[in-house]
């Protein structure tokens, strides 16, 4: 016992490593136990037809954080010069300009998404959702020094106590109001307190408007491929969103989104874990370096990699048992959903623990043809199957999107001295049992879901 606690004390990275990754996994999963909480709640104050509105209203708002983002915080993580005072204070006012150019396009463009989607109340809301991104451009990058250095204790409570403050104002809101402006303002409300949250409690000193030419010319070069990226990675991870929001009903498109989110928790995690924790560790050992740096990382990503899995697997079986449990019968068709979502996110969380190391070794550009193969795949796998199969033929086709992805993973892990074969052997064979159980399990459900 005394030799498993000395492994989480002091400064090595390994750690910084382990306290990490328990301050991450703990935290992500008290943020999802908290969304879940709320959701069972909102669900019986409120109607599916305001979920499937405000999944609309949330793939918009993170389309215009994606599109307009130039890697801040990856740049800060990797960067020689991420502890210097001036290179943060020009990042920061980057950060600024940014969301307050999000804000005033937010307004520009809701009444033509209204329109495009075919929901006046969306020009309303799109403006009072997008103060939330405005709000979030003045946050601090004392929290981006956190992750830097894997030091994520406080960060993890700052960041529970504004969602934890966010859910109860929108559980109020939404007794008095019973309307979908209820979540509309508790999302504001959650990136205020947030913001003062850090402000008040993260140590280091407090940002300043500054301008560095030098500074600003490495953020940029770093972020031009980020920027590319994130647009990529947008449609690669919201494209369901945006092709099922348009030729679903509103109601299946919100129960579908009761799903997506029980589904994804284990993927979601997986992509905290990574930008937190593996960027750092990648970036302090090189994995191409030498033969110990490989075996270690080794180590770490077949750990991170089996807690993955077995959380997919153990959604996917039970996914229609969750839905019965949890949800009333109107969200009964959730159930398959979570099954297969969960299932055809098997072959990319395989590969997940890969995908930080092009940007520890400052490779973005290698990052952003990953990105945009992924995105590419996604959209055209997601846009068949829907043609082809409707919601069922479209859950497929993420699945056959992630397995005609590998190469180009590959490619770019080969080139960082990162791929493992072993390690994707394994899980490939594990993950392929995993996915086979489930559906085996909930035949019945998914025949239900293929025959609407």
Not at 237 to 242: E, F, I, P, T, V
Request: glycine fraction near 10%; charged fraction near 10%; charge should be positive.
């Amino acid at each position: 016992m005394e030799a498993l606690v000395s492994r989480f004390r002091g400064g090595s990275l390994n750690a910084r490593f382990m306290r990490s990754s328990i301050f991450t996994l703990g935290g992500y999963g008290m943020g999802q136990v908290l969304r879940l909480a709320s959701n069972l709640i909102l669900t019986r104050l409120l109607f599916p037809e305001a979920f499937g509105l405000m999944a609309l209203v949330a793939v918009i708002m993170q389309g215009l954080a994606m599109f307009s983002d130039v890697g801040v915080s990856p740049a800060i993580m990797q960067s020689k010069r991420g502890d210097d005072q001036k290179f943060l204070d020009t990042a920061w006012t980057i950060q600024v300009m940014r969301g307050v150019l999000l804000w005033l396009f937010a307004c520009v463009i809701a009444i033509p998404v209204s329109a495009l989607y075919g929901e006046p109340l969306l020009a309303w809301i799109l403006p009072c959702a997008g103060i939330s991104l405005l709000v979030a451009g003045f946050n601090p990058t004392r929290m981006d020094t956190a992750n830097r250095h894997l030091l994520l204790g406080r960060l993890t409570v700052l960041d529970l106590t504004a969602q934890a403050s966010g859910i109860v104002v929108a559980v109020i809101l939404a007794w008095i109001l019973h309307t979908v402006w209820a979540l509309v303002i508790s999302g504001i409300a959650s990136a205020v307190i947030l913001l003062v949250l850090y402000n008040l409690f993260l140590p280091g000193e407090r940002n300043r408007f500054h301008w560095e030419r030098e500074a600003a010319g490495e953020l940029i070069g770093f972020g031009k491929w980020i920027f590319l990226s994130t647009i990529c990675g947008f449609l690669y991870m919201q494209g369901d969103k945006l092709l099922l929001g348009k030729y679903l009903a509103l109601d299946l498109f919100g129960i579908y989104n009761i799903g997506f989110f029980l589904a994804s928790f284990p993927l979601l995690m997986g992509g905290v874990m990574t930008r937190k924790v593996l960027i750092p560790v990648y970036r302090e050992r090189p994995p191409s370096a030498s033969a110990e740096n490989f075996a270690k990382l080794q180590k770490m990503r077949f750990l991170l990699t089996a807690a993955m899995i077995a959380l997919t697997g153990a959604v996917s079986v039970a996914g229609v048992v969750l839905i019965d449990l949890l949800y009333d019968p109107r969200y009964a068709m959730a159930g398959p959903v979570v099954v297969l979502i969960a299932a055809m996110q098997i072959p990319h969380i395989i590969v997940m623990t890969y995908e930080q190391a092009a940007l520890a070794a400052g490779d973005s550009r290698r990052f952003f043809v990953l990105s945009a193969a992924r995105a590419i795949l996604t959209f055209g796998c997601l846009f068949l199957g829907l043609s082809v199969g409707g919601l069922f033929g479209a859950l497929i086709g993420q699945g056959v999107a992630g397995l005609a992805a590998y190469p180009f993973v590959v490619w770019m892990a080969r080139h960082v001295g990162a791929w493992d074969p072993k390690h994707d052997g394994v899980y490939a064979l594990v993950g392929a049992v995993a996915a086979a159980l489930a559906l085996w399990v909930n035949a019945n459900a998914i025949a239900n879901l293929a025959s609407l």
